[in-house]
């Protein structure tokens, strides 16, 4: 992870982590299956994180499958800085796609998530997150989701970012998101925070 020093006279109790990068693209293995799709991401991290700059959310245009059937361009930034006084709690992006159906209404169309790299180095990093649909667990209400084309939706998709908080749950994935992300961190090593990119030898 790329490191930069501390300006004099800046607390040490805290480093900053500074994410850029873009929400590139949905691909669908046999096309998608709603038309004029957009997407929204929400940004998690623990108690003790706290965003500094940039959108904790934000929605993409609408868009469009063009020349091949199975992607869909967003190209949508993302450029956040956080702090935080130690790793817990590790930032996360919750990505919620939504288009409409064959009565041209809209529903969700899956949920991703993505855990900002923890070495971004010198390049980007492309991360392919699956993309999951809930369905019902009972067959008269997936009957009726079946004739309507409406999915179910989560009230709150944070959730996600809590392993314990959504057991249980039926659903099925179709397609993924393609993310590009880069992060650079800022006094961790002041804190004694080793990301895993010192060579063996320099251990000893």
């Known amino acids: 992870m790329l490191e930069l020093q501390l300006t004099s006279g800046e607390s040490e109790s805290f480093f900053h982590l500074t994410v850029t990068g873009q929400l590139e693209s949905a691909h669908f293995p046999m096309g998608p299956d709603g038309d004029g799709l957009f997407c929204r991401y929400d940004i998690v991290a623990g108690p003790d994180w706290e965003l500094m700059s940039g959108l904790s959310s934000a929605v993409t245009q609408s ?120 992060t650079i961190s800022r006094g961790s090593s002041r804190m004694a925070l080793d990301w895993g990119q010192t060579m063996v030898d320099d251990k000893f």
């Open 63 to 182: 868009a469009r499958t063009d020349s091949d059937y199975r992607t869909v361009v967003f190209n949508m930034p993302i450029e956040f800085t956080m702090k935080s006084t130690n790793p817990y709690g590790w930032p996360q992006i919750i990505f919620s796609l939504y288009g409409a159906n064959m009565w041209n209404v809209e529903t969700n169309r899956g949920y991703a998530r993505v855990f900002c790299p923890l070495s971004g180095t010198d390049s980007e990093r492309v991360l392919r997150a699956p993309l999951f649909i809930l369905k019902y667990a009972n067959a008269c209400s997936a009957a009726m989701s079946w004739i309507t084309g409406v999915n179910p939706e989560m009230r709150d998709p944070k959730i996600l970012s809590d392993g314990s908080k959504h057991k249980g749950l039926s659903s099925e994935t179709y397609g993924e998101l393609v993310v590009r992300l880069q």
